[in-house]
């Protein structure tokens, strides 16, 4: 076995070569900072419907998540974990009773458990190997009003376009592999969850936070129910982003009330659609500032040194708690905080200035003269060269060309 350390948990795991979906229990240790993220998060869903929470971890893994949750997590019920392995479910067992923490421990497949567990959870936390796609008919079933969903897909390729035909087979939607391919990738997973729930009368009220890192995309989906809102919520939040390959125009579109353009309204060329996809906002700016503002209650101390206002040492104090990827987690959450209001794709200014055969000028000039004239202009955590904005091509074009002639 190897052991590994975690937040407030230690954890083992069988001997493993390597990460991967062959390992006898699934643990990766890189996704402890998508763990803290989700601690974060959680808490904070928790305080904002300020009751008890009850959290299933329908893909368990060794357990660690499910751990974490009822260990680090206050004013949580019962967690649930499930898996479908044998030995995943021994682990997460074994791992549960040297924490010192109780969760209750199911093993079925994912969809059955979540279509004979309905309305019981407020969180499900959903992170299987590859495709989310399978689940989320069951997640529709299964979700309450007013819970949390936090999924994860690592079929990435498939979302962001690479390949084409396995989006439009498990999403149903055409992805399109654009400079924001990723940004396309994770609207076309809220755009799906979307309008798979809606046949429940379920709908998606806000997204909390996404973000794509590394293999991964993570969304936290704030679920309620009703019908007339699920209609209202379609309405306003699906549609297509209309991309022009030839000079970089841009635009999205509310589907159900309007119809898809065909030509470039800048250069005439025929437009590529990419959708039907989330066009709503991927952030909320209030839960990203509370979460950002929590780090500090989760100690922003080491480990082993850390120390309490009186300077008394509580390394090993249980209630204390770890956030120990903290300089990651705020550079995404303080990234995901800027472009929260910011308007839908983003611009790729070295893109740009190739389809104009010029050089390409500083980002921070193109980005100040842009402010200077009025328009929104923030990083995005997407890309680290990539401009959110209301700008529109032809004015940033005449903007970059102005300032590359003075590089
Ligand atoms: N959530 C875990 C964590 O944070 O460490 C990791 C989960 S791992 C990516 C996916 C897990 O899902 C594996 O342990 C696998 O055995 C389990 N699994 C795969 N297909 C399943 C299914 N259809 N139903 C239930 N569990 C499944």
Same mark, same amino acid.
């Given at each position: 076995?190897?052991?590994?350390?975690?937040?407030?948990?230690?954890?083992?795991?069988?001997?493993?070569?390597?990460?991967?979906?062959?390992?006898?229990?699934?643990?990766?240790?890189?996704?402890?900072?998508?763990?803290?993220?989700?601690? &974060?998060? %959680?808490?904070?869903?928790?305080?904002?419907?300020?009751? !008890?929470?009850? /959290?299933?971890?329908?893909?368990?893994?060794?357990?660690?998540?499910?751990?974490?949750?009822?260990?680090?997590?206050? =004013?949580?019920?019962?967690?649930?974990?499930?898996?479908?392995?044998?030995?995943?479910?021994?682990?997460?067992?074994?791992?549960?009773?040297?924490?010192?923490?109780?969760?209750?421990?199911?093993? @079925?497949?994912?969809?059955? &458990?979540?279509?004979?567990?309905?309305?019981?959870?407020?969180?499900?936390?959903?992170?299987?190997?590859?495709?989310?796609?399978?689940?989320?008919?069951?997640? #529709?079933?299964?979700?309450?009003?007013?819970?949390?969903?936090? /999924?994860?897909?690592?079929?990435?390729?498939?979302?962001?376009?690479? +390949?084409?035909?396995?989006?439009?087979?498990?999403?149903?939607?055409?992805?399109?592999?654009?400079? +924001?391919?990723?940004?396309?990738?994770?609207?076309?997973?809220? #755009?799906?969850?979307?309008?798979?729930?809606?046949?429940?009368?379920?709908?998606?009220?806000?997204?909390?936070?996404? @973000?794509?890192?590394?293999?991964?995309?993570? &969304?936290?989906?704030?679920?309620?129910?009703?019908?007339?809102?699920?209609?209202?919520?379609?309405?306003?939040?699906?549609?297509?982003?209309?991309?022009?390959?030839?000079?970089?125009?841009?635009?999205?579109?509310?589907?159900?009330?309007?119809?898809?353009?065909?030509?470039?309204?800048?250069?005439? !060329?025929?437009?590529?659609?990419?959708?039907?996809?989330?066009?709503? +906002?991927?952030?909320?700016?209030?839960?990203?500032?509370?979460?950002?503002?929590?780090?500090?209650?989760?100690?922003?101390?080491?480990?082993?040194?850390? &120390? =309490?206002?009186?300077?008394?040492?509580?390394?090993?104090?249980?209630?204390?708690?770890?956030?120990?990827?903290?300089?990651?987690?705020?550079?995404?959450?303080?990234?995901? %905080? !800027?472009?929260?209001?910011?308007?839908?794709?983003?611009?790729?200014? @070295?893109?740009?200035?190739?389809?104009?055969?010029?050089?390409?000028?500083?980002?921070?000039?193109?980005?100040?003269?842009?402010?200077?004239? #009025?328009?929104?202009?923030?990083?995005? @955590?997407?890309?680290?060269? #990539?401009?959110?904005? =209301? /700008?529109?091509?032809?004015?940033?074009?005449?903007?970059?060309? +102005?300032?590359?002639?003075?590089?």
């Amino acid at each position: 076995n190897e052991i590994f350390n975690e937040g407030l948990v230690e954890i083992k795991v069988p001997k493993f070569e390597k990460v991967s979906s062959s390992a006898p229990v699934f643990y990766n240790p890189k996704m402890e900072f998508n763990r803290d993220i989700s601690i &974060l998060a %959680l808490q904070t869903f928790q305080e904002e419907v300020d009751r !008890e929470i009850n /959290i299933c971890d329908v893909f368990g893994g060794s357990g660690i998540r499910a751990i974490r949750y009822k260990k680090e997590i206050s =004013d949580v019920g019962n967690v649930a974990v499930n898996d479908i392995s044998s030995l995943a479910i021994e682990q997460s067992l074994e791992n549960s009773i040297a924490n010192d923490v109780e969760i209750d421990i199911y093993q @079925h497949e994912a969809n059955i &458990l979540l279509r004979e567990n309905r309305g019981i959870f407020d969180v499900l936390d959903i992170d299987p190997f590859g495709t989310t796609s399978y689940f989320v008919d069951s997640v #529709g079933y299964s979700l309450k009003k007013d819970s949390l969903l936090c /999924i994860t897909a690592t079929d990435t390729s498939a979302l962001c376009g690479t +390949y084409k035909e396995p989006c439009i087979r498990k999403y149903n939607a055409k992805p399109y592999k654009s400079e +924001y391919c990723h940004e396309n990738g994770i609207r076309i997973l809220a #755009g799906f969850v979307a309008l798979t729930i809606a046949k429940y009368k379920k709908y998606i009220e806000d997204i909390k936070l996404s @973000h794509s890192s590394e293999h991964y995309m993570r &969304l936290y989906i704030k679920i309620n129910k009703g019908s007339a809102n699920t209609d209202e919520s379609l309405a306003n939040n699906i549609g297509y982003i209309s991309h022009c390959k030839k000079c970089l125009y841009r635009s999205s579109i509310k589907v159900l009330a309007n119809s898809i353009p065909e030509n470039c309204p800048i250069c005439g !060329e025929k437009l590529i659609n990419a959708g039907p996809l989330w066009i709503g +906002y991927l952030q909320n700016a209030d839960f990203i500032n509370k979460m950002i503002q929590k780090i500090d209650e989760y100690n922003p101390d080491s480990h082993n040194n850390r &120390l =309490d206002e009186n300077n008394n040492d509580i390394s090993n104090n249980p209630n204390k708690k770890h956030v120990n990827t903290e300089k990651k987690v705020l550079k995404l959450l303080n990234t995901c %905080l !800027e472009e929260a209001d910011a308007p839908i794709t983003f611009y790729d200014i @070295h893109l740009i200035c190739r389809n104009l055969k010029i050089s390409a000028p500083k980002l921070v000039d193109v980005m100040n003269m842009m402010k200077e004239e #009025g328009f929104i202009a923030t990083k995005t @955590h997407f890309n680290p060269i #990539g401009i959110k904005s =209301d /700008i529109d091509i032809v004015r940033l074009k005449e903007i970059v060309r +102005y300032l590359s002639k003075n590089i």
